[in-house]
């Protein structure tokens, strides 16, 4: 974990380093969400995906490189009843969860297509660009499974937890709509090192980590922009 965290962290600085124009936008995200664990079957359940809603603000250190700081809440939902029926002894638990997550990340992007809002004399650029995000966050959930009358004295279980530090990975493309206005959409996975996202593990399977999605579009606006050097001066 810690050769993770050092990755991790070199990935977030290295771009502070680099120079070119800068720019600020903050907005609105709204998608939806989706989870991966011991009550959802491989990879996910499409009839679990729930709303998701937060907030973004990204500074563009330079055309390339940009810092994300994100707020986001959705609900996670779960049933055995999504397990294939040929995994009988799952299935025929009965089991269902459901939780809300509200998480707090910072991302360090990378737009490979971005090049400066505005050239030498001033003039606005449009800009389109695919881009890759990673970084670090803190989520916070506390599930409730519901269970059959037979099956309570199980739950909740002695080690569950209820705040978790994720990693989130994300794949996106921004566009500006006009000079002001910048719409993204991205899809992202938040991987964690806890199986207890659900408030299933000893119970379920404690040798496979709980993981959830977000994806949706982002709306922002520039709140300020730097302008080409010779327009500067």
């Not at 997550?101 to 971005?114: N, V």
């Not at 530090?165 to 959409?185: A, H, K, N, Q, Y």
């Amino acid at each position: 974990m810690k050769g993770v965290i050092n990755l991790l962290t070199a990935f977030l600085l290295f771009p502070i380093c680099l120079f070119g124009q800068a720019s600020s936008e903050a907005g609105v995200f709204i998608g939806v969400a989706n989870y991966m664990g011991d009550l959802a079957p491989s990879p996910l359940a499409a009839n679990e995906t729930r709303i998701a809603f937060g907030g973004h603000f990204r500074r563009m250190l330079n055309p390339k490189a940009a810092l994300k700081g994100s707020v986001s809440f959705g609900k996670l939902t779960g049933a055995d009843a999504n397990i294939p029926m040929t995994e009988t002894r799952v299935a025929s638990r009965g089991w269902e969860m459901s939780t809300g997550i509200l998480e707090a990340a910072l991302q360090m992007e990378w737009h490979p297509l971005g090049g400066p809002r505005f050239n030498n004399a001033g003039v606005y650029q449009r800009q389109i660009s695919p881009f890759i995000g990673a970084g670090l966050g803190l989520a916070f959930g506390d599930a409730k499974v519901k269970v059959p009358q037979n099956d309570q004295t199980r739950f909740p279980e002695a080690d569950d937890k209820s705040a978790f530090i994720v990693f989130p990975m994300t794949l996106g493309i921004r566009f500006d709509v006009t000079e002001s206005l910048i719409v993204t959409g991205e899809f992202s996975v938040r991987g964690t090192f806890t199986d207890y996202l659900d408030g299933v593990s000893e119970n379920g399977n404690p040798g496979a980590n709980d993981h959830y999605m977000f994806g949706g579009i982002s709306i922002l606006y520039l709140i300020e922009a730097d302008y080409g050097p010779s327009y500067s001066n």
